[in-house]
């Protein structure tokens, strides 16, 4: 939600991590976006702790339209 109104809804998959320097999972999910099927992936780097967290941030920084 965005100021009182859903801006996106979905699932998130949550994947495992090994060897990168800072981060132990990554969220990833699709949307759709002009007739076209869009990806996003994020890592939970902090302040990115959630699924949650990974799509606001996504959404704040304009990945998702």
Same mark, same amino acid.
């Given at each position: 939600?965005? %100021? /009182?109104?859903?801006? *996106?809804?979905?699932?998130? %998959?949550?994947? @495992?991590?090994? /060897?990168?320097?800072?981060? @132990? %999972?990554?969220?990833? *999910?699709?949307?759709? !976006?002009?007739?076209?099927?869009? &990806?996003?992936? $994020?890592?939970?780097?902090?302040?990115? %702790?959630?699924?949650? !967290? &990974? $799509?606001?941030? &996504?959404? &704040?920084? /304009?990945?998702?339209?």
């Amino acid at each position: 939600m965005f %100021e /009182g109104q859903l801006v *996106w809804t979905g699932s998130v %998959e949550v994947f @495992t991590l090994n /060897g990168h320097p800072k981060a @132990t %999972e990554a969220f990833a *999910w699709n949307y759709p !976006d002009n007739g076209q099927k869009r &990806a996003v992936a $994020v890592l939970n780097i902090p302040p990115i %702790e959630t699924p949650s !967290d &990974a $799509v606001r941030a &996504a959404i &704040a920084s /304009g990945k998702i339209k």
